[in-house]
T-cell receptor
Framework: GQQVMQIPQYQHVQEGEDFTTYCNSSTTLSNIQWYKQRPGGHPVFLIQ?????EVKKQKRLTFQFGEAKKNSSLHITATQTTDVGTYFC????????????FGKGTLLTVNP | DADVTQTPRNRITKTGKRIMLECSQT?????MYWYRQDPGLGLRLIYYSFDVKDINKGEISDGYSVSRQAQAKFSLSLESAIPNQTALYFC???????????????FGPGTRLTVL
């Protein structure tokens, strides 16, 4: 079945440093989504990427979808303590079932 | 999301007990999902339902069953709980994709289940 690998598992940065997490799918994806889970909270949708090579920005967050639609990345510029949490990618393989396969997530901690 | 509620929020039970986790939503979404989250393992799909008459197994359905009592309610049951079912359980909903193709999922606050 479809697998989504996400690295790194953990990342600790100093406030102001940049951060990137990467996702790779074993199969071509129809689209990929990103979620953020704050400590003690639940996953919250950030964005969905659909097109090959797509790049989207949300303030300090930049999301990319690879040309082959098998990989994606999330980059945070100049991290802040409010960025702390676990970031998950979730791939949709296509078809009408709309199931998502989640990566294992990257836990970001930020030292003020 | 306040529109997706889960009860109970925390539960401690013993091995062999039957337990039901409940999920309700006021978002009017057709699609509902149950996930479990374990440290370092991300979110794994247990069951999903696209309407009241449509129930599907996810990747880790063994030891679990579900019931879709209404569009707004989706319950997860552990028939005979075992310690390795100790985890954080999330219910989620999603709407039909519509013209945008957007299929974001909205998660409930989670139920922390401990099986002793």
């Amino acid at each position: 079945g479809q697998q989504v690998m996400q690295i790194p598992q953990y990342q600790h940065v100093q406030e102001g440093e940049d951060f990137t997490t990467y996702c790779n799918s074993s199969t071509t994806l129809s689209n990929i989504q990103w979620y953020k889970q704050r400590p003690g909270g639940h996953p919250v949708f950030l964005i969905q990427l659909v097109k090959s090579g797509e790049v989207k920005k949300q303030k300090r967050l930049t999301f990319q979808f690879g040309e082959a639609k098998k990989n994606s990345s999330l980059h945070i510029t100049a991290t802040q303590t409010t960025d702390v949490g676990t970031y998950f990618c979730a791939g949709h393989g296509g078809g009408s079932n709309y199931k998502l396969t989640f990566g294992k997530g990257t836990l970001l901690t930020v030292n003020p | 999301d306040a529109d997706v509620t889960q009860t109970p929020r925390n539960r401690i039970t013993k091995t062999g007990k039957r337990i039901m986790l409940e999920c309700s939503q006021t978002k009017g979404h057709d699609r509902m999902y149950w996930y479990r989250q374990d440290p370092g393992l991300g979110l794994r799909l247990i069951y999903y339902s696209f309407d009241v008459k449509d129930i599907n197994k996810g990747e880790i359905s063994d030891g679990y069953s579900v019931s879709r009592q209404a569009q707004a309610k989706f319950s997860l049951s552990l028939e005979s709980a075992i310690p390795n079912q100790t985890a954080l359980y999330f219910c989620a909903t999603s709407d039909r994709p519509g013209t945008s193709g957007r299929i974001e999922q909205f998660f409930g606050p989670g139920t922390r289940l401990t099986v002793l």
